[in-house]
């Protein structure tokens, strides 16, 4: 099976930058996405990152090492409106979910403060 | 293009009644999923789908049956409600099952058994 980590909350201020770690174990590795959701509301895309190195989108980027586990979303200038969850999803090619399928972390809920 | 829609947004039932939740997509996914996500447990598959015609059991697929007879609907049933389900359910959609297409949520459909 996989176990996915990643901190329960975090809270961080406006302006600032905050990195979101989450670590993963898995047999066979296919890729990890980064979802955001608001309260109450459905988890929409943030990244995808299958090989070693940094994704950068804007004000959020995320990184992945294979070999590690281990995974971070940082998000730079943060704003008001980042006050979310923050999902990390693993895809293994036999995953206890099925062929393929995605295994979420519990997520990391971010609190931005003035 | 309305994307991912889910049927009812809320509903509440006694232990022992059933329902079926309906989910809709209009971007022709040939993958299609039903997740819960309960709190401090994450998202966590229940039953998924390859295509018409097809399923297929996640991680928690008891109590629950599914049928994709239209590519665009995916259909879940609770036989027999039980206060261990109510949650929150979210259908989702995708167009690949590998890649780094992701899933497309729909808004998600509470549940509360009583």
């Known amino acids: 099976g996989q176990n996915i980590d990643q901190p329960t909350e975090m809270t961080a201020t406006e302006g600032a930058i905050v990195q979101i770690n989450c670590t993963y174990q898995?047999?066979?590795?296919?890729?990890l996405f980064w979802y955001q959701q608001h309260a109450g509301e459905a988890p929409t895309f943030l990244s995808y990152?299958?090989?070693?190195g940094l994704e950068e989108k804007g004000r959020f980027s995320s990184f992945l090492s294979r070999s590690k586990g281990y995974s971070y979303l940082l998000l730079k200038e943060l704003q008001m409106k980042d006050s979310a969850s923050y999902l990390c999803?693993?895809?293994?090619?036999?995953?206890?979910?099925?062929?393929?399928?995605?295994?979420f972390g519990k997520g990391t809920k971010l609190s931005v403060i003035p | 293009n309305a994307g991912v829609t889910q049927t009812p947004k809320f509903r509440v039932l006694k232990t022992g009644q059933s329902m079926t939740l309906l989910c809709a997509q209009d971007?022709?996914?040939?993958?299609m999923y039903w997740y819960r996500q309960d709190p401090g447990m994450g998202l966590r598959l229940i039953h998924y789908?390859?295509?018409?015609?097809?399923?297929a059991k996640g991680e928690v697929p008891d109590g629950y049956n599914v049928s994709r007879l239209k590519k665009q609907n995916f259909l879940l049933g609770l036989e027999s409600a039980a206060p261990s389900q109510t949650s929150v359910y979210f259908c989702?959609?995708?167009?690949?099952?590998?890649?780094?297409?992701?899933?497309?949520f729909g808004p998600g459909t509470r549940l509360l058994v009583l």
């Open positions: 971007m022709n996914h040939e993958y």
């Open positions: 898995t047999s066979g590795f296919n890729g």
């Open positions: 789908s390859v295509g018409e015609g097809t399923t």
């Open positions: 999803a693993v895809r293994d090619t036999n995953s206890g979910a099925g062929s393929y399928q995605l295994t």
């Open positions: 989702a959609s995708s167009y690949e099952l590998a890649g780094e297409e992701t899933q497309y």
């Open positions: 990152n299958v090989l070693d």
